[in-house]
């Protein structure tokens, strides 16, 4: 059903592009890509002959291509997208962005597909499909020319979801010399290749506000939803659409850029309200995330550093039922005990530099330092349930180009 769909809005899509002139609609084309290779370089060997690995892309985590590994690969940060704006006058216009990732084996999927229309001069309203306002950087995540990395930090940035198809409305406004942003919007959205197997959210809304100047941003945003799973690797779920869990997730950012240096913080928060996190049954209960950033403009060249962190809590409830139809009900009791309340952290220095060769491209390179500082449990385990091993900790060189057209 799904490649019906999205064969029949490419259709679509064609036939205003080759026939504009039948619907009076003024159309504007650009584009965006990134080309980048990399690899691991310290990949550790792991219980069970894993191997620990850097996944840029967490929407498609069931694919290898998605993931760095201890040989050059182009795939993972590989993308190529175009976006369509269709003026239709009379304040109406329409935006689709389509996009071909390498972690997704270059399949091109829709990314935005949405009306917009201007209720007033500062009031636009928007219905379709749209990116979720989750971070700073959302709007153009996958444009890697507008920002200093070859990719954001994962411990921020790393969601599994990131469009929904509701309405949003944007408001946008000044006072003295500040400009300010309000954004809300409603829908619901779902993921199809997440380790939680299918996910789902419905009655699903947020706010953004942002309060900017010439030099200075202010950034908070609020979200939550009704949100189940189908299932992942044969285990039950502790969600379903008739009993579905209701996270809440928070962001706040600040950014300051003068013009020859930039800083940047970000933080976000998740109370995942007992949602089913891996194959072996543990559940989370709170995620934190920060990201601390920083650059100096040398003409071309903007070497930066970026220092980021994620704690996952697991929660204290829920294991126990997840567990059972896998291992029975005895042996779930105890596998549950260890995991309680114990922690995954993750924490990366990012160093890299960018140089503007080109008015509309960018060369970047980036070595990734990330360590695993999770509880001993996950790490080394005991003699009831053995450990994971240093599944986050692995360093990755990658350097690459963004262009935009």
Known sequence: MKRIVRYSLLIITSYLFIHPTLFAANLRWSGFGSFVMGKATNQEPLPGGAASTFQPDAGVPGSSNSRYKDSWSMKPDTLFGVQLNADMNEKLSATAQIISKGAADFNAEFEWLYLSYELTPKLTLNFGRQRVPFYYYSDFQDVGYAYHWVRPPLELYAEELFSYEGVSALYIDSIGGWDYEVQAY??????????????????????????????????????????????????????????????????????????????????TYLDADILQSDAVGTTIDTRTAWMVTAGYRMGAFTPNITLSNRAVELSKDGTVTLLTPAVGAANAELLAQPHKGAEQISQTLEIGVRWDF?????????????????????????????????????????????FIF
């Open 186 to 267: 409603g829908g619901s959205g779902s993921n199809d290749a997440t380790p939680l197997g299918d996910l789902h959210l419905k009655d699903w809304y947020g706010a953004v506000f942002i309060l900017s100047n010439d030099t200075l941003k202010f950034r908070f945003s609020l979200h939550t939803a009704d949100v189940w799973t189908d299932g992942g690797g044969g285990l039950s779920t502790i969600s379903t659409e008739d009993s579905p869990a209701a996270p809440k997730f928070a962001s706040l950012g600040v950014f300051y850029d003068p013009g020859v240096f930039f800083v940047g913080v970000e933080t």
């Open 358 to 402: 080109h008015p509309q491209a960018a060369a970047k390179l980036s070595y990734v330092i990330r360590k695993d500082d999770s509880d001993d449990i996950l790490i080394d385990g005991d003699a009831v349930l053995p450990g994971a091993g240093e599944t986050l900790n692995v360093n990755v060189l990658s350097f690459g180009i963004d």
